[in-house]
């Protein structure tokens, strides 16, 4: 058996990273276009191997030091499309300050485009180190990453931007829970048992699991708002792109609690782009707690053949529908 290789955690804190990944076949969903979702999957990767390079796994920080490496926030911006099997260049550059109880860093991707290497990607990430009260207690984090460790997800997150809980009435049922969360807002939400498969550690649910409700909140919205995806492809083929996301862990969604998904339309940008944000929270103790919340930004672009597509204005139809009015007839 090999020994592993000695933690650096001065090179995970300042060494530059440099790896090529390919996006999964599974990412492609609509012609050969990669989904916004799977391009975060390649943001997470470059960061996970960051760690494994410098001797810090997301497998050792756990099984040796009962640390489990959560993201905790990701902000991406896609400049220019992925395809199937292309080729992505990522860099990680470390950016944590003194006083940060989190690590930071700053993800790029690059692509080849006709003999260039396009920036296509550009991403911010802030990882935690979530000590495990699973299983038994563990040992001592090491020591230059003891700053990093908590003991609950969200503990001291900032409160900027995050939306206000609505207080429920006494004994809430599930459509009253709806109701106080979509109250007098453009927004549909939905109430979901959170299952293994969107967890890791045992018990919490993780940020890619966040990623995955993200991109079903807009399907469920169109679909509500009665542009489902499919049929905007049907009537014109037409297709949701996005050039920005971002999701940021507020507290701990634990499998198989009942968690509450809010898709609020923001800001309808001319007839181009619009934003909408998602808010998750659990009921405990009769109280709503918010676990996580995100934004993200969707235009519509047009199929014209099998490789290309091109950005188009929002119709009547779309916008009526995106701003919660009866549509024009």
């Not at 599930?174 to 048992?193: C, D, F, I, S, Y």
Request: aromatic fraction near 8%.
């Amino acid at each position: 058996m090999t020994a592993a290789a000695p933690m650096r955690t001065k090179a995970l804190l300042a060494d530059t990273t440099t790896v090529t990944l390919r996006p999964r076949y599974e990412g492609s969903n609509i012609c050969t276009w990669i989904g916004f979702k799977h391009v975060n999957y390649l943001v997470e990767e470059a960061v996970l191997i960051h760690f494994a390079g410098c001797g810090a796994s997301a497998r050792l920080l756990y099984e040796e030091h009962g640390l489990g490496l959560d993201i905790v926030s990701l902000d991406t911006r896609i400049l220019h499309a992925f395809h199937m099997d292309d080729e992505a260049q990522a860099e990680v550059v470390p950016d944590t300050s003194d006083g940060d109880t989190t690590l930071g860093f700053k993800v790029t991707l690059y692509v080849a485009r006709g003999g260039s290497s396009l920036k296509a990607v550009t991403a911010t990430v802030r990882v935690a180190l979530r000590t495990d009260t699973y299983l038994e207690t563990p040992g001592q984090p090491p020591g230059e990453l003891a700053r990093f460790a908590t003991e609950r997800l969200g503990a001291g997150a900032p409160a900027a931007g995050v939306v206000p809980v609505p207080e429920l009435p006494a004994d809430a049922d599930e459509r009253a829970v709806l109701a106080a969360l979509t109250g007098g807002r453009n927004a549909h939400a939905w109430k979901w048992t959170i299952p293994y498969p969107y967890c890791h550690f045992t018990e919490r649910l993780q940020l890619s699991g966040y990623l995955r409700l993200m991109e079903e909140a807009k399907d469920r919205f169109v679909g509500a708002r009665g542009i489902s995806i499919k049929t905007l492809l049907d009537d014109r083929k037409w297709i949701p792109v996005v050039p920005r996301s971002g999701v940021r862990i507020t507290g701990e969604a634990m499998m198989e609690e009942d968690l509450y998904t809010v898709y609020t339309v923001e800001e309808i940008f001319k007839d181009l782009t619009y934003t909408a944000r998602m808010d998750c929270f659990v009921l405990r103790d009769g109280a709503l707690a918010l676990t996580a919340t995100g934004r993200i930004v969707h235009g519509y672009a047009l199929i014209e053949n099998r490789r290309d597509w091109r950005l188009v204005p929002f119709d009547q139809r779309v916008l009526d529908a995106i701003g919660g009015k009866a549509s024009t007839p």
